[in-house]
């Protein structure tokens, strides 16, 4: 990548969550992965969202102030987190069945490459030494193949400004074609049959900008504008 | 019907070299630590752990694999999320050298195979994990136009579980995400060992509240409450 590339400033961790948000609906069963998934928590509080913490929960509240930290209540993060009115209780088990059943509206997920098919590689970085099939892969899985919708929420480069946003990913997949939106900070992209298609760059940043840092070709819808909040 | 063993050292102690041993609790959260330093002590080697992580959250895992007893690891998230964090931890360091056989599962795959485990089921299909890694060497077979791939039952030897309340009988009643992983691993567990916060006679639990029925428990120990801050960081 060019020295310009690297340059590029867009939104925020937090103002990426903000526009997740925004992009729930109301009466919905929502699924935050770790990482800036879960900073989607902080701009729902009041909204008709269900949280799932996938350990076996629904509706999680917000994170536990000190005073208020419970060793038997937390967030599939090991955050300690508080209960709401409605909440209740099931087991793992449970908990997949739901994922894997189909009663989940949303899935947040974060990930390290997704290509253009929708493919979603997120849990094996390959700099980690371990055989292909050895890693971490939690509920991720699960979530990318059960959600009705998965939205991946990412920086849209590596830390060394290599594009993440790729024709074929070469990480090991999560699932394969299952990602509807990529939320990164330069961009909103929607995953469609076409290829990818540019909604909405953050301020100060080009459709152009978006495309230098992305490997496979961008569709620039006719309405491209700047995220709004 | 008295299943109540006097201490965790006492439950522990016919484990053979060679049992495989379903741990519960979810990172920090219902973790039966407790037995686990048991095992620890006792010294059985040559064991299969099946256990979401290897480490975050539960740093006695750690201890079993630092000393030498554990040959192969069953998990779903085994690694700390940071790559810095977990490089030279005993975990990772055994298994990139190869001295414990690993084998990681998607956490909804790695839960069902221990409830068909408990439930004698032998295997099912899963749409988790098509397309992937996990594919790997499994059945693949199309129902209603979608792939699924058959994975198999997973019957440990023993479980060792952990619960907020427990009577003398084995019923357990769990606590909030506490739960997570241990009602399925007691049913699954050929001999399961819970322990418990508080022990109560027979009676002293609401009928309607147990989440695990006495019959899938074959040892119970009265264990403090552990205290500590939940964090993997």
Request: charged fraction near 20%; include cysteine.
């Amino acid at each position: 990548m060019t020295k310009e590339t690297r340059k590029l400033r867009g939104l925020s961790r937090e103002l990426m969550a903000l526009r997740i948000a925004n992009e729930l609906e109301d009466g919905t069963y929502v699924n935050l992965g770790i990482g800036i998934p879960t900073l989607v928590s902080d701009w729902i509080e009041g909204r008709d969202i269900v949280l799932q913490a996938e350990l076996g929960m629904l509706n999680t509240g917000p994170l536990a102030a000190k005073e208020e930290v419970e060793q038997d209540l937390i967030n599939a993060s090991c955050q300690p987190v508080t209960e709401l009115p409605g909440s209740c209780y099931f087991s793992d088990c449970e908990s997949f069945a739901m994922i894997r059943g189909g009663y989940m509206d949303v899935a947040v997920l974060g990930a390290l490459q997704v290509s253009e098919k929708g493919d979603l590689a997120g849990w094996q970085n390959p700099g980690r030494g371990f055989p292909e099939t050895i890693g971490n892969i939690g509920g991720s899985m699960d979530l990318a193949v059960g959600a009705k919708k998965v939205i991946v929420a990412m920086i849209h480069v590596t830390n060394d400004g290599e594009p993440k946003i790729l024709k074929k990913c070469s990480y090991s997949l999560t699932a394969k074609g299952v990602v509807k939106l990529i939320v990164t900070d330069l961009a909103v992209i929607e995953v469609t049959p076409n290829g990818l298609l540019l909604q909405e760059v953050a301020p100060g940043i080009t459709a152009e900008d978006v495309q230098s840092v992305t490997e496979p070709k961008l569709i620039i819808s006719p309405d491209l504008k700047e995220v709004q909040f | 019907m008295n299943k109540v063993f006097p201490s965790v050292d006492e439950a522990v102690a016919d484990i053979p070299d060679g049992a495989s041993i379903a741990i519960g609790g979810f990172f920090t959260a219902g973790t039966p630590n407790d037995l686990i330093q048991a095992l620890v002590r006792q010294g059985a080697k040559n064991l299969t752990i099946i256990c979401m992580q290897m480490g975050p959250g539960n740093e006695d895992i750690s201890q079993l694999i630092a000393n030498k007893q554990v040959k192969k690891a069953i998990c779903n998230y085994p690694f700390y999320r940071s790559a810095s964090r977990g490089a030279d931890s005993p975990v990772e360091m055994a298994v990139r050298a190869g001295e414990i056989e690993m084998q990681v599962f998607p956490m909804g795959t790695f839960i069902e195979k221990l409830r068909a485990g408990g439930a004698g089921i032998a295997a099912f299909y899963t749409p988790t994990g098509v397309g992937t890694v996990v594919e790997m060497g499994k059945e693949k077979r199309t129902f209603n136009g979608g792939e699924y791939l058959l994975e198999v039952a997973i019957k440990p030897d023993y479980a060792f579980v952990y619960a907020h309340k427990g009577d003398s009988m084995g019923n357990l009643v769990c606590h909030k995400t506490a739960r997570n992983y241990n009602p399925e691993m007691a049913a699954a567990g050929k001999i399961t060992i819970a322990t418990v916060e508080n022990l109560v006679e027979p009676g002293g639990l609401d009928g309607d509240a147990v989440h695990v029925p006495g019959i899938y428990v074959q040892r119970v120990v009265k264990i403090n409450r552990p205290d500590y801050f939940p964090s993997i960081e």
